[in-house]
Nanobody, 118 residues
Framework: QVQLVESGGGLVQPGGSLRLSCAASGSIRNIYIMYWYRQTPGKQRELVASITSYSRTNYTDSVKGRFTISRDYAKNTMYLQMNSLKPEDTAVYYC????????????WGQGTQVTVSS
């Protein structure tokens, strides 16, 4: 079972940028779809973006035009480039995947904290 580890979070001012990484313990080449989620205290985990093995991407409306999801098969890593960050982007960000359309999500990792504040 592939394990994922998130990194790249931090404190950034509004309007700034961060790039999150989701490093896999094995090949991601055969993973059907990978996701970035985020969660703030007291709220449900929210889907931010997804990318399929065919490079089809999808974004929640609030991040469209600002965030870009990508996969690097050589490095077995997924990224989330976040630009024009806003205070409401503050959350713990998690990555996950489904090997096929029917398989369950993997176990959730520790996530990486993103704080957007002046």
């Amino acid at each position: 079972q592939v394990q994922l580890v998130e990194s790249g979070g931090g404190l950034v001012q509004p309007g700034g940028s961060l790039r999150l990484s989701c490093a896999a313990s094995g090949s991601i080449r055969n993973i059907y779809i990978m996701y970035w989620y985020r969660q703030t205290p007291g709220k449900q985990r929210e889907l931010v973006a997804s990318i399929t093995s065919y490079s089809r991407t999808n974004y929640t409306d609030s991040v469209k035009g600002r965030f870009t999801i990508s996969r690097d098969y050589a490095k077995n890593t997924m990224y989330l480039q976040m630009n024009s960050l806003k205070p409401e982007d503050t959350a713990v960000y998690y990555c996950n995947f489904q090997t096929t359309k029917l398989t369950p999500f993997s176990n959730w990792g520790q996530g990486t904290q993103v704080t957007v504040s002046s």
